[in-house]
């Protein structure tokens, strides 16, 4: 499917980085609870990410990663869920997560 560029301009693809991460027992396959904080204008935003097969929790804190902040909340268990993380599958449908080269700003806009 090919989309136009209006219809790419409408994804909010925002730079935030990993504040606190839980795990999230209640799921079928593992999973965190993470908080991101995408800076002044969109705040902490909390999301649910099955990344546990590459990393552990103490490796997430403080790391940056690339989301869609403007999905609609989506309940996850007992959870809400406020934005996407990107990330592609390995070989074994396992998420490697997507972040910057480079240490950036918290809210930066990815186009």
Request: net charge negative.
């Amino acid at each position: 499917m090919t989309i136009n560029w209006d219809d790419f301009e409408k994804i909010d693809i925002r730079v935030g980085t990993i504040k606190e991460v839980y795990d999230f027992p209640k799921v079928r396959k593992p999973a965190y609870q993470l908080t991101i904080d995408f800076g002044a204008d969109l705040g902490l935003k909390k999301s649910s990410a099955q990344i546990t097969v590459h990393y552990k929790k103490e490796d997430l804190l403080d790391r940056q990663v690339v989301a869609v902040v403007n999905f609609p909340p989506k309940r996850i268990a007992d959870f809400i869920s406020e934005c996407l993380i990107l990330g592609v599958y390995d070989e074994n449908n396992d998420v490697i997560l997507l972040e910057p080269a480079q240490h950036t700003q918290n809210g930066m806009k990815i186009g």
